[in-house]
């Protein structure tokens, strides 16, 4: 047998392993049952130790020829290595792992208190988006802030200082660069970020005085107040939909595109009850042949964007080539979030809203569109929580006063302004704790998103994809599916905007 066909043969034993996993995982989310997940688990897990299979992708990684295969054997390196460190590592691993799990039960179990009373964070979202006394939405979201302290003096310091350490050993420059290389990406994406911000600071002003002054009788919006505007300049985001019906205008609206959900064996669990988990989800249980969607809707207009993302994730997962076993471990989540956040935006597009929201369909379009600009114009806001989990593995840390005033030395870097209130909100972000240099996933994928669309458009001279949409799917399809496993995210990229990787998606223009 040629080292190809040992690795295929390995691939395709820890494929189905996580198929069976990924089954088995589905249905507990779905409905509490467990069938044998963590033992599922460590099947999966068993592959991956295994030092005969190990050895076997590190000489495929000496011997492969061509791109492919090459690709291939990178691929696979990433994904087992992690589990082949030295002794010294692998323990120091462990006890981060450790103490992630500890904090993380930590941050789960605590309760934000309001006025001496115990909110649930969903309570918090709901108030910020909807009542219209400021303080009580100040309030409410400050109170995210209480949980800072339990968590340094559970020992948030120690992990950080437990995950420098690994890195250190682990000869990078630091945690961020460690991670940065796990997930095949380069520190330069993040040079230039508080120029950039400077250059976009000024739209931000600007709309955010308009609207306000508008909605708000007072130009100085403050972090309290962005949920609650946006529903404020777009009630239709509040629109009863019967979500009975959700599949018809669903499909139409792929099928515009050329994707006909028809052809796609999508499960769609949509509706909340008991056991079930309570935010969104798309499951891919095995590429090109089965995918489910998660999800909770009630039966308002806003959920639909949960709705048309993780389709979009499905259709992704459906049209990889599924004999392509070791090359669909190689999509990029950013690929991934940028396609889906692509489907989500069209929530916003009259081609789509249309289904659903009847009346007056010219003042929805402009609410909605007032809606997308204030959002694309603040998005740039995102940066401060990413670069302010990079610098905690940077900057000598000492205290929660450190943190603190680390938190707010970012906060002024990329928006230029002052603290606003005594203590910030950050530990309430599960990131900092379980997902370290993670965030810029969400933001990177929303700017591929952006610039998705704006090379579409500029290549085939619209200035909406969508007034050519058969072209838009094949476009989809052929540049960004296709080749997804292919090629790192940088590369990817660049092939596609046939330009170096830029902020410049992120300016409306
Ligand atoms: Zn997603």
Redesign the pocket.
Known sequence: MTEMNKVRAIARKLKEREINLNRLEWTQYTTGFDFGVSRAQREYLAVLKDRDNYRAVLRLRDSAFGPKDRRRAEILYRIFQPYHLSPKLNRLDERIREKTLELSKLLNRFRFRVDGREVRSTQISQILRSHPDRKIRKKAFLSRAQINRPLVEAGFLDLISMRREFASLYGAKDFVAYRLERDELSEKIFQGWPQQAARLRPARERINRELGGRYLRDEKVMPWDTAYLGYRMAPELDTPVNMANFYEPLRKFFLLMGFDLDGYAITYDIFPRRHKSEWGYNFTIEEGRDSRVLANLEGRFHELGVLL?ETG?ALHSFLLDPGEIILNLGVSGIIS?GL?NLFGDLQYHPRFYGYFLKGSPKKAGDNLHRLRSFQKANAFAAMCGILFDQELYRQPLKSLDDINHLYWQVHRLILDEGPYAPEPTWGFRIHHTTHPIYLHNYFLGDLTNQMLKKTFSHRFRVNDPLKRPRQFGDFIYNQVIKPSGLYPFLDLFERISGRAFSLEYLEDR
């Open positions: 993302h994730h979030e889906a």
